[in-house]
């Protein structure tokens, strides 16, 4: 929430050299961690496939906090929205762990392991 991972842009606005500052799962735009976590179009897909696990239909914010605390479903318990909360928590935290993966063990791009490992963290 505080941006403080170290994104390429994050390292860059820090004084390390980066060669190359693009997002490693789309390879398209900068990699800040708002767009490596909530705009970029890989993100999105599985954003959107979290809101199908449970069969709605969202809108999201394009800000990280925002973005999670949009994370409710309306006329549900405390309970089961700390649950969803924890879904967002675990597909954030894979989506990182997935980034890494490319960048220091040159992996692909991989949604369908991203949402099986976040299912597991998750409990779902």
């Given at each position: 929430m505080l941006d403080r991972l170290p994104s390429r842009i994050n390292l860059e606005s820090r004084g390390v050299i980066v060669s190359c500052n693009l997002c490693p799962l789309c390879r398209k735009e900068m990699e800040t961690l708002q767009h490596l976590l909530i705009t970029c179009e890989v993100a999105q897909r599985l954003?959107?496939?979290?809101?199908?696990?449970?069969?709605?239909?969202?809108?999201r914010s394009n800000v990280i906090v925002n973005?999670?605390?949009?994370?409710?479903?309306?006329?549900?318990?405390?309970?089961?929205?700390?649950?969803?909360?924890?879904?967002?928590?675990?597909?954030?935290?894979?989506?990182?762990?997935?980034?890494?993966?490319?960048?220091?063990?040159?992996?692909?791009?991989?949604?369908?392991?991203?949402?099986?490992?976040?299912?597991?963290?998750?409990?779902?």
């Amino acid at each position: 929430m505080l941006d403080r991972l170290p994104s390429r842009i994050n390292l860059e606005s820090r004084g390390v050299i980066v060669s190359c500052n693009l997002c490693p799962l789309c390879r398209k735009e900068m990699e800040t961690l708002q767009h490596l976590l909530i705009t970029c179009e890989v993100a999105q897909r599985l954003w959107i496939k979290c809101d199908s696990r449970v069969g709605i239909t969202s809108v999201r914010s394009n800000v990280i906090v925002n973005h999670l605390c949009n994370f409710t479903i309306i006329g549900t318990s405390n309970k089961d929205n700390g649950v969803w909360k924890g879904m967002w928590l675990a597909l954030a935290k894979e989506i990182w762990n997935h980034r890494n993966r490319i960048v220091f063990n040159n992996g692909q791009v991989d949604e369908i392991e991203i949402f099986a490992t976040t299912q597991l963290h998750a409990g779902t």
